[in-house]
């Protein structure tokens, strides 16, 4: 088992920044991927970033240039920056862990971006 413990979600206004951490623990195995998707009430639950744990990223098209993902592999955590936050990335922000059997997710937490 593995579990995800988020923090970092809140209410910004347009133009803001914040930071999201995801923190693993459990059963790690290594060459995980861990990332960041998110969803919105009605619709799909979309990938926003991920890394894998040799530094390969992947992001949403929207959020190139605005958002970066990073990971500390020692503490099992990974984190999102994000910056120039626009309404339309309000959601619920899901923090992911999958390795080659395996997939978890987090418990969620609410970004709220204020026009």
């Known amino acids: 088992q593995v579990q995800l413990v988020e923090s970092g979600g809140g209410l910004v206004q347009a133009g803001g920044s914040l930071r999201l951490s995801c923190t693993a623990s459990g059963s790690i195995f290594r060459g995980n991927v861990m990332g960041w998707y998110r969803q919105v009430p009605g619709k799909q639950r979309e990938l926003v970033a991920t890394?894998?744990?040799?530094?390969?990223?992947t992001y949403l098209n929207s959020v190139k240039g605005r958002f970066t993902i990073s990971r500390d592999n020692a503490k099992n955590a990974v984190y999102l920056q994000m910056n120039s936050l626009k309404p339309e990335d309000t959601a619920v922000y899901y923090c992911?862990?999958?390795?080659?059997?395996?997939?978890?997710w987090g418990q969620g937490t609410q970004v709220t971006v204020s026009s």
């Open positions: 992911r862990y999958n390795d080659a059997s395996r997939v978890y």
């Open positions: 890394t894998t744990s040799g530094g390969t990223t």
